[in-house]
Each structure stands twice: as structure tokens, then as C-alpha cells.
């Protein structure tokens, strides 16, 4: 695991107007953003590797590198 992961705030996260498509989801190298509903918020996974892609891409800030 690396020291440093993204972490996804389910508040910010506008679930781009419930589609399936997530700017972030598409940019990861790791496929460690999963979704599981329509309506569900994403979440990041233990394939984190800390790159900071989806923090960039996301659409609405709602991921942040902690
Ligand atoms: S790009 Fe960001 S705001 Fe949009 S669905 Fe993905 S995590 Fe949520
Ligand atoms: S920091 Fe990189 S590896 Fe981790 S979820 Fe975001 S894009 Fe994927």
C-alpha cells in the first residue's frame, strides 16, 4: 500500500447525473474505483497506488489524496 491514497467524500460526489460514466473511474491505472449502484457513490479500493489521477479528474473535487 502506499503512504499516501484518494478518498472519496459521498456528500460532493454528484454520481454524474447517475449514469455510469465517472470521469475518475476512467483515468485510474489500477481499476481501484468500483461502483456498485446507479445511485451509489464510488469508492477506492486496496489497488490504490496513490497517483493522484482521480483527484484531477473528477468532476465535482469530491476526491482528495490523503
Ligand atoms: S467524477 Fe467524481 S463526482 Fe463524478 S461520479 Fe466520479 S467521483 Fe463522483
Ligand atoms: S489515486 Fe490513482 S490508483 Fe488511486 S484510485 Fe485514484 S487514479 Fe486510481
Do not use: S, W
Amino acid at each position: 500500500m502506499p503512504d499516501i491514497r484518494a478518498v472519496i467524500d459521498p456528500e460532493k460526489c454528484e454520481k454524474c447525473d447517475k449514469t455510469l460514466h465517472c470521469p475518475a473511474k476512467e483515468v485510474c491505472p489500477a481499476q481501484a474505483i468500483e461502483r456498485e449502484e446507479d445511485d451509489e457513490p464510488y469508492f477506492v479500493n486496496a489497488y490504490c497506488q496513490g497517483c493522484g489521477k482521480c483527484a484531477v479528474f473528477c468532476t465535482n473535487k469530491a476526491i482528495r489524496m490523503v
